[in-house]
T-cell receptor, first 111, second 120 residues
Framework: KQEVTQIPAALSVPEGENLVLNCSFT??????LQWFRQDPGKGLTSLLL?????REQTSGRLNASLDKSSGRSTLYIAASQPGDSATYLC??????????FGTGTSLTVIP | DADVTQTPRNRITKTGKRIMLECSQT?????MYWYRQDPGLGLRLIYY???????NKGEISDGYSVSRQAQAKFSLSLESAIPNQTALYFC???????????????????FGEGSRLTVL
């Protein structure tokens, strides 16, 4: 069974800092990887989707990379803002069309 | 209006009661999912449906049932609620994509705002 791990579970940074969130998965036979943002008590908002044939995707201050062979993805957030405070989750889909989620990294950006 | 709408957003009920959570979507997606989220356990799949005639169990389907009434509607039922079913429930949708592979694959996943269920 695919296992997805996100370390650290929590991260606190000062405003303006660039930061990297990590996601690792055990089975490299994935179809795509998706990063989400979740605010407390709210639903998940899709941030970026990377297909297995892609190495990275960018949206504004966000850049997600994918290294299938090593089972890793990173989400880079540039010039962090207090509004970026949320929990960030990654999920992978395998060839069986199941989604496997990490437990997330809780990010706090301190003004 | 939200693309994926869940009702009710909050519900408090008692042990043994029947509960239905409803989900409707305007994205035109063929695939719909029900997840529950518990602190420290992440998101776990309850049921999923790839089209109106297709229903599949997820990893934690015991105690739950679903109905896909139309392409846009997917409801989750708890026939006899118990306290350990207290959780945040999410409906999600995705489209299927067909590339060079023989079979369709799942595209980007979109979530509703969630239904918080408390079973006393």
């Amino acid at each position: 069974k695919q296992e997805v791990t996100q370390i650290p579970a929590a991260l606190s940074v000062p405003e303006g800092e660039n930061l990297v969130l990590n996601c690792s998965f055990t089975d490299s036979a994935i179809y795509n990887l998706q990063w989400f943002r979740q605010d407390p008590g709210k639903g998940l908002t899709s941030l970026l989707l990377i297909q297995s044939s892609q190495r990275e995707q960018t949206s504004g201050r966000l850049n997600a990379s994918l290294d299938k062979s090593s089972g890793r993805s990173t989400l880079y957030i540039a010039a962090s803002q207090p509004g970026d405070s949320a929990t960030y989750l990654c999920a992978v889909t395998n060839t069986g069309n199941q989604f496997y989620f990490g437990t997330g990294t809780s990010l706090t950006v301190i003004p | 209006d939200a693309d994926v709408t869940q009702t009710p957003r909050n519900r408090i009920t008692k042990t043994g009661k029947r509960i239905m959570l409803e989900c409707s979507q305007t994205k035109g997606h063929d695939r719909m999912y029900w997840y529950r989220q518990d602190p420290g356990l992440g998101l776990r799949l309850i049921y999923y449906s790839f089209d109106v005639k297709d229903i599949n169990k997820g990893e934690i389907s015991d105690g739950y049932s679903v109905s896909r009434q139309a392409q846009a509607k997917f409801s989750l039922s708890l026939e006899s609620a118990i306290p350990n079913q207290t959780a945040l429930y999410f409906c999600a949708t995705s489209d299927s994509t067909r590339d060079r592979a023989i079979y369709p694959r799942t595209g980007e996943l979109f979530f509703g705002e969630g239904s918080r269920l408390t079973v006393l």
